[in-house]
């Protein structure tokens, strides 16, 4: 049973450059960019079937580490396709999703995003959480905004 948690999300969401992990290694001579926070997740930039070489993906790393995902989307148009296929790979590949967390969350939910949330969440047959926007790409509000988030029996359920 996977003892890890791993989130799969943009790096637009953290505030980062965006770039391929191939092309970070490529420019830096790493192979794999992948950095275990004290707590032991695992935090990826790119999606679940984005390379981290040329021939080994996000999803290859969390088979052979055995974790389970976290799966970060965005709530708006378009949400419901990638996410299910995103569900669908990793269940594929034998992983656990633990929850899909949709972000930025507005304040104000659109008819659209409340019916993205339930039809994920319905269809997907997993739990759908939701992150605001954050106030500002700083380590503080990504705390505060996480501790909203019910992790801890994202943590226990494995």
């Known amino acids: 049973m996977p003892r890890e948690l791993m989130m799969i999300r ?4 953290a505030g980062q450059r965006a770039m391929s992990h191939a092309l970070a290694a490529v420019r830096d001579g790493d192979t794999i960019r992948s950095q275990l926070s004290p707590l032991g997740e695992r935090e990826s930039v790119g999606g679940l079937l984005a390379p981290l070489t040329e021939d080994y993906t996000v999803c290859d790393l969390a088979v052979e580490l055995r974790l389970a995902l976290l799966i970060a989307a965005r709530p708006g148009l378009g949400t419901i396709n990638h996410t299910l296929l995103t569900l669908r790979a990793a269940r594929a590949a034998g992983l656990e999703v633990r929850a899909v967390v949709l972000t930025p969350w507005p304040a104000q939910p659109s008819e659209l995003e409340r019916s993205n949330r339930e ?3 319905r269809i997907g047959r997993v739990e759908v959480a939701v992150l605001g926007h954050l106030a500002a790409a700083d380590l503080d509000e990504l ?3 996480g501790a909203t988030l019910p992790w801890r029996s994202w943590l226990a359920s494995g």
Do not use: K
Request: hydrophobic share 70%; charged share 20%; glycine share 0%.
């Open 10 to 13: 943009d790096a637009a969401m």
């Open 119 to 121: 039809t994920i969440a």
């Open 143 to 145: 705390a505060r905004a």
